[in-house]
């Protein structure tokens, strides 16, 4: 249980038991990193959910946010992760920190996080809850199209918005050997889950993974 904004925020047996049948439905969808799979199971989803929405936390389902922005489906959350390699203190860069969920299961992967937040609400209301859970990642409100070019090189590098191409900037910042994961199509319909993998003599490959749905990755900040 914490305090978040004055309220008491409660992780009960109810919500424990709803995280263990939406793992078993990821699984079924394909997820199969167990250690992708715990964190998901060990994070409570409905902490990062208006109150409104608390019933449908553990459903497969994105759900708004505020400012236009929302939290993506589990599944979604999981298959970015699962491309991403995380090894135990990676360096993640990732763009879009929106509520906070996807960064905390990087760090429950062992990952050392660094997010980036254009809109300025988000982000004080993502550290605030974040820090009320005990998680501390390197927030930055700023343009993710721009990264973190000071704490660059990333050993990965994620984002979780709509981009209609790779921004250069990102790719200059992930190391050889790093993965960079990102939607990548028009914000107003669907786009290619697409990696691009830094080889060692500095050459890119870049391959895609289907189909998703995301909110659009705006330049400039909020």
Known sequence: MIRFKGILLDDNYRHQGL??????????????????????GKIPRHFFLDS????FAYQDKAFPIGEEQTISQPYTVAFQSELLQVQPLHKVLEVGTGSGYQAIVLMELGAKVFSIERVKILHYRTKELLQAMGYNPRLFYGDGYKGLPSFAPFDRIIVTAAAPSIPEMLL???KPG???VIPV???NGIQVMTTVVRQPDGSLEEKQH?????VPMVENKK
């Open 185 to 187: 199509g028009d914000s």
């Open 52 to 55: 409104s929405f608390v019933e």
């Open 210 to 214: 289907g189909k998703f749905r995301f």
């Open 178 to 180: 790093g993965i960079l």
């Open 19 to 40: 995280r263990k049948r939406l793992v078993a439905e990821l699984e079924q969808k394909g997820i199969c990193d167990r250690k992708v799979l715990a964190a998901i």
């Open 172 to 174: 200059q910042q992930l």
